[in-house]
């Protein structure tokens, strides 16, 4: 007897293409009188009418068509999407962290308490003397910390005077963009041959209408500035400030700090180092660090121990620069960092940097593409060489695993910008190393129909930019 195969249950309308609650079955419900006045109700509601496990499913079929860190690893150069500890999120849910932002300092006295010990955290991890943990993302913190920079000129009465902010050309790109926000012409830097900083360059783009030098190190070819003291030097004796981009610190934990190495004021990626998933737009927070003689412009209010030594209070710092969120901080995320911060202790942030670097290390030691710049930490930036990296990516997806950030930096040709982390094991990274070999090589055509494995296939990129159908529908329907 032949036996014939066929998927008889199938909710969903045709694979990748999950309906709707609203499409399924619809309930329409009568509204009775609320009381309430007639121009804010309805007389009925149309509601999916579905039994738990129906709505189980669908939940659960629309978290599978999605890719995430829990489903595989995610290395995206530059953004470190490590792996979360659940644990964070269990203390970040207890039902005391709940706490209205508006409360009065004397009624959350353990919350500012953890904001104090976090700030204190993050200055030692950093090597500032004072940290706000106001900035809800990382692109927040550049803004707040070129204010600081700002206000610090024009205290100085050279607030006219210094309109430049010099950023290397391989820098994130929120580093330009905060620059402009706040009014700064922006020079670009070019790398030298080894793709670090250009001393020639850098002295001949600092003078005294320098405001601040942006950098960071290890920089986005995962490259150390060996030359820092130096630039220090540069930008200081200009009157210029050094400020720091730590979005991506996992090369550093425990083993150099920024303020060290002559940084006034740097950011923090929580939700890329300390423990908080991302993507998407949020959530995330930046704190920022500054030096001593610039904490009292830090943003209003600033937590710190009440005068009598008996608590915390929120203060306004002497020269602020205003409010930069709504709250104190984004909360919940900096408890998460909080808890990672305490769980790992100073050795296990050591160890966390240690086998990032490892990682990328041996991840790129295993993998068939050329990797122009050496030697590097915790990311590595690869070439496709003859094949383009944005493909190149796109194939990666029908091997299962996310694809790295794609051409960026330019320095590299159809770069592969590679992060995948401490979090990852060795079986891991070897999966990821054979999804990287197996598409180095692959032809054009492969490359040019991927992705055909996932639940989106191939999208047009201009028109998901210019025209996006927002629709939970395939775009041919
Ligand atoms: C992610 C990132 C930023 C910006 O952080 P957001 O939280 O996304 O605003 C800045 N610089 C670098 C190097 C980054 O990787």
């Not at 950093?126 to 204010?147: C, K, R, W």
Request: proline share 6%.
């Amino acid at each position: 007897m032949q036996h014939h195969t066929q998927t008889i249950w199938n909710d969903s309308e045709s694979e990748g293409n999950e309906p709707l609650l609203s499409e399924k079955r619809l309930e329409t419900v009568e509204i009775e009188d609320t009381g309430l006045p007639d121009d804010l109700t309805r007389d009925s509601l149309e509601l999916p009418e579905l039994s738990e496990p129906e709505l189980a499913r669908h939940y659960t079929r629309l978290s599978q068509m999605n890719y995430g860190i829990d489903s595989g690893p995610y290395p995206l150069g530059s953004c470190t999407m490590k792996y979360n500890p659940k644990f964070t999120e269990d203390i970040a849910a207890l039902p005391t962290a709940s706490a209205h932002p508006d409360r009065d300092a004397d009624s959350v006295q353990g919350i500012l308490e953890v904001y104090h010990e976090l700030q204190g955290y993050l200055a030692e991890i950093g090597g500032m003397d004072a940290v706000t943990l106001q900035p809800p993302a990382g692109a927040a913190g550049e803004y707040a910390g070129l204010l600081v920079t700002k206000a610090y000129h024009e205290e100085n009465g050279e607030g006219e005077q210094r309109t430049d902010v010099i950023i290397p050309a391989s820098a994130h790109g929120t580093n330009f963009a905060s620059a402009a926000l706040v009014g700064y012409n922006v020079i670009e830097l070019p790398e030298d041959d080894d793709g670090r900083v250009d001393l020639d360059a850098l002295d001949a783009a600092v003078d005294d209408s320098t405001a601040a030098l942006m950098l960071t190190n290890p920089n986005t070819l995962g490259l150390f500035e060996r030359d820092i003291e130096e630039i220090a030097s540069l930008i200081h004796d200009a009157g210029g400030l050094l400020y720091y981009d730590g979005a991506n610190l996992n090369a550093l934990l425990g083993r150099g700090r920024p303020g060290d190495m002559g940084f006034d004021i740097m950011h923090y990626n929580v939700h890329k180092t300390f423990a908080t998933p991302h993507g998407g737009g949020g959530p995330g927070a930046g704190p920022i660090g500054v030096s001593e003689e610039l904490e009292r412009f830090l943003p209003d209010p600033h937590v710190r121990e009440s005068g009598d030594g008996d608590g915390y209070e929120l203060a306004t710092p002497e020269k602020t620069v205003g409010k930069v969120h709504g709250a104190k901080g984004n909360w919940l995320v900096l408890l998460k960092a909080h808890a990672y911060i305490s769980r790992l202790g100073y050795e296990g942030l050591q160890d966390a940097s240690a086998k990032a670097v490892l990682n990328a290390n041996y991840l790129a030691s295993q993998i068939d593409l050329e990797i122009p710049f050496e030697p590097f930490h915790h990311e590595f930036v690869a070439s496709g060489g003859e094949q383009d990296a944005a493909d190149f990516a796109k194939r990666m997806l029908d091997y299962g695993v996310h694809p790295p950030t794609t051409k960026w930096p330019g320095i590299v040709s159809e770069a592969l910008m590679t992060e995948p982390t401490e979090a990852e094991s060795k079986t891991t990274l070897d999966q990821l190393a054979e999804a990287f070999n197996a598409v180095t090589g692959e032809d054009d055509d492969a490359l040019e129909q991927a992705p055909d494995q996932t639940s989106v296939k191939r999208i047009d990129q201009t028109i998901a930019a210019r025209d996006p159908i927002l629709s939970w529908h395939g775009l041919d329907d």
